[in-house]
């Protein structure tokens, strides 16, 4: 390893020593070791599941065309998180910070990329290489050291074959992380989810009679025994209601004068016409002596 190579790695601790990430205060404190063991098990059954759920929230949005051609966002429900679900949550979220924040050591960098130059094609040698792992090595110093893996080398000499720019290694790299990035998108918004107080229940509909005064209430009972009362006084001694309904006089005389014009042409309903007529006159001639002109009593 030549002196150019060594004093790049000295300039690259030094930068690393000044950009770290502070863990957050409010998550518990997780060393790195503890942290690979944290993330190492399976969560919970409730957190996993409440995890595939804020996984949903993050995939787009469905909709779907109206009838007039207008686009129509599908409402999403909110996720469903227990309260208890914020001390595990809050533990793996900061064993995930810990991992994403450390940073690779400077040798581990410089040897990692000396190890991936001998596994692609048309890498560089000589001087050219000690150069080509110093720019390198400075460009992504500040990739998680989880990024800088034996087997993130043989995936990224696989996928890119030849010695890779920048360019290429970068985003090849990144996707070593991707699944621990989206791990700690989910592990946040379950945990705003679980913080976020719950919603109250919709009330129950009242009826207008619960709604009601105690005074209302009391003048509605009035107004029923008033209205029983005055019924009561219409009903005669042999219990039939002296109230008659009025006839429908206008109907009546029209089927008269109906029937009337069929009984004159001496057709072959003149007969069942004839006795429909009668009964008709019979029941005007009753009326007659019934109620009054406005056919109430």
């Known amino acids: ?11 690259i601790r030094s930068a690393m020593s000044t950009s770290a990430t502070p863990a957050s205060s409010a998550l518990p404190a997780v060393s790195l070791d503890n942290a690979e063991e944290i993330l190492a098990r399976e969560p919970s059954a409730p957190l996993a599941m409440a995890l595939r759920l804020a996984g949903k929230l993050n995939a787009p949005q469905e909709s779907y065309v109206a009838a007039n051609g207008e686009t129509v966002s599908l409402r999403r429900d909110p996720l469903p998180a227990d309260p208890e679900l914020i001390p595990e949550a809050q533990l793996r979220l900061a064993a995930n910070a810990a991992v994403l924040g450390a940073r690779v050591d400077p040798i581990d960098l410089i040897q990692w990329l000396y190890r991936l130059a001998q596994s692609v094609e048309r890498a560089p040698v000589g001087d050219a290489l000690d150069d080509a792992v110093r720019r390198l090595g400075d460009d992504l110093r ?156």
């Not at 390893?1 to 300039?11: D, F, P």
């Not at 004068?257 to 006159?281: F, H, K, N, S």
């Open 1 to 11: 390893m030549s002196k150019a190579v060594v004093g790049a790695m000295t300039v």
């Open 142 to 297: 500040d990739l998680p050291a989880y990024c800088f893996t034996e087997a993130s080398r043989r995936a990224i000499a696989r996928e890119l074959v030849f010695w890779p720019s920048f360019a290429k290694l970068d985003p090849a790299l990144r996707k070593e992380t991707a699944a621990l990035e989206a791990e700690r998108r989910h592990l946040e918004a379950v945990i705003v989810a679980a913080a976020a107080p719950a919603l109250p229940a919709p009330a129950a509909p009242v009826s207008a009679a619960r709604s009601r005064m105690p005074e209302e209430v009391v003048a509605v009972q009035a107004r029923v025994r008033a209205f029983t009362a005055e019924m009561a006084s219409k009903i005669d001694r042999e219990g039939k209601p002296t109230l008659k309904i009025r006839p429908a006089y206008n109907d009546r005389e029209r089927l008269i004068i109906q029937y009337e014009r069929i009984v004159q042409e001496r057709g072959p309903l003149a007969a069942a016409a004839q006795t429909r007529l009668d009964a008709l006159l019979e029941q005007r001639s009753k009326d007659s002596t019934g109620p009054s002109d406005d056919g109430w009593s």
